[in-house]
Every structure is written in structure tokens, then in C-alpha cells.
């Protein structure tokens, strides 16, 4: 089984709507991030959580939402979706480290979202 | 403002061959350097991940080396295989919790 796992992978919707796109992960890793890829942009951090009780925006996090419900969810909302929000969304985890080396990042398969 | 450049966009080799992958940064003050391959409609799977204070890193047929001085990664990949056909990303982590990604060469090894 994956260790972290994203759902829907698909989503079609219209401009206006309210989409949430899931996140879990069996790592035990308490960092958790969202990324969104769009081509020729490379992957941009929307949002990341160190643990439960904290949550930080990233580079691109206007329009987005989160919500961190366990050490093992994370999910992010598109309270209305507008068709430029339409990209490959990956979530990933890493390792809390007590140095300053930092963990390997783990992604998920991605979601592919459209809005028209 | 960090950048990460990679280059070439896209390789095309024919089976067997050694290649190196290029990713330059414009801030030396960076915690780790990961790199990635992403085979299509699929996610980000972790290659090699190198700290501030390594010089490389290696995993079977692949090495990646890391110049903090000059800005520079290499990912060599010796006896390149078909099955080596993928994009391939670097990420620069430059601070607690922000990774900088380029946008990726695309290999494609030719049987």
C-alpha cells in the first residue's frame, strides 16, 4: 500500500464551486505539505503543517484552505473554485528532524483538477 | 528571490549511455538539495536526498553531487536503461520549511 495516498485523483468541476481535495498518510510523519504543478512552473507550496496545531501559508496559498484533522490528514479546500486553480496537486510529508538536516519529502500520486 | 534552473529541458540518449542532469540554484545558503523522478500521471518518487554539508550522494547506477560554492547539482546516471525514461526534478530547500523546485529534464532513453 502507498504511504501517502490522495483523493479523488480526477476531479472535474465548475468555476464557483466548493472542492476538497483529501490527503493521508501511514508514514507517522508529522510534517505534511500541498503543491500544486503546473507546466513550466515547477511545484509551488500552497500550504504545510509541522504538526496538528500549526499551519503556514506557503508561496501561493490565496484562494486555498487547509485543515490539518489528524497527524495523519491533511486536507485542502478550494472554497470557490476559478478555472486558473485548474492543476496537478500533490501532497507530501517529511520527518521532523531535532538538527537542522532536514527530512526527505514524500509525495503522493497527485489529483489532476479541472475547472471550467 | 531563489531560483532553481535546470537544464537541458529535455535529453534524448540512447540506451547504455552515461548522462549527467544539471540544477543550479542562485542562493548558496541552502539546508538540502533533493532530487526526483515523476513518470506521467504519476507522483514525485525521492532519488537522492543531499544535506548542506555533503558533497554527494549515490544509489545503485545513480550519483548526485552538490557544489554549494558555485550554485550547482549533478545527477549522473551511468548504463542509462529505457526504464530510466521519466522527468526528473531537483528541489532546493533554502530555509525551515520552503523547497524550491525547478521545472525538471525530461529523459527519454532510446532502446
Known amino acids: 500500500d502507498a504511504d501517502v495516498t490522495q483523493t479523488p485523483r480526477n476531479r472535474i468541476t465548475k468555476t464557483g464551486k466548493r472542492i476538497m481535495l483529501e490527503c493521508s498518510q501511514t508514514?507517522?510523519?508529522?510534517?505534511m505539505y500541498w503543491y500544486r504543478q503546473d507546466p513550466g512552473l515547477g511545484l509551488r507550496l500552497i500550504y504545510y503543517?509541522?504538526?496538528?496545531?500549526?499551519?503556514n501559508k506557503g508561496e501561493i496559498s490565496d484562494g486555498y484552505s487547509v485543515s490539518r484533522q489528524a497527524q495523519a490528514k491533511f486536507s485542502l479546500s478550494l472554497e470557490s473554485a476559478i478555472p486558473n486553480q485548474t492543476a496537478l496537486y500533490f501532497c507530501?510529508?517529511?520527518?521532523?528532524?531535532?538538527?537542522?538536516?532536514?527530512?526527505?519529502?514524500?509525495f503522493g500520486p497527485g489529483t489532476r483538477l479541472t475547472v471550467l | 528571490k531563489q531560483e532553481v534552473t535546470q537544464i537541458p529541458a529535455a535529453l534524448s540518449v540512447p540506451e547504455g549511455e552515461n548522462l549527467v542532469l544539471n540544477c543550479s540554484f542562485t542562493d548558496s545558503a541552502i539546508y538540502n538539495l533533493q532530487w526526483f523522478r515523476q513518470d506521467p500521471g504519476k507522483g514525485l518518487t525521492s532519488l537522492l536526498l543531499i544535506q548542506s554539508s555533503q558533497r554527494e550522494q549515490t544509489s545503485g547506477r545513480l550519483n548526485a553531487s552538490l557544489d554549494k560554492s558555485s550554485g550547482r547539482s549533478t545527477l549522473y546516471i551511468a548504463a542509462s536503461q529505457p526504464g530510466d525514461s521519466a522527468t526528473y526534478l531537483c528541489?532546493?530547500?533554502?530555509?525551515?520549511?520552503?523547497?524550491?523546485f525547478g521545472s525538471g529534464t525530461k529523459l527519454n532513453v532510446k532502446p
Open positions: 508514514k507517522g510523519h508529522d510534517r
Open positions: 507530501a510529508t517529511s520527518e521532523h528532524t531535532r538538527d537542522k538536516t532536514m527530512g526527505e519529502q514524500f
Open positions: 528541489a532546493v530547500r533554502y530555509n525551515f520549511n520552503k523547497f524550491y
Open positions: 503543517s509541522f504538526d496538528v496545531k500549526d499551519i
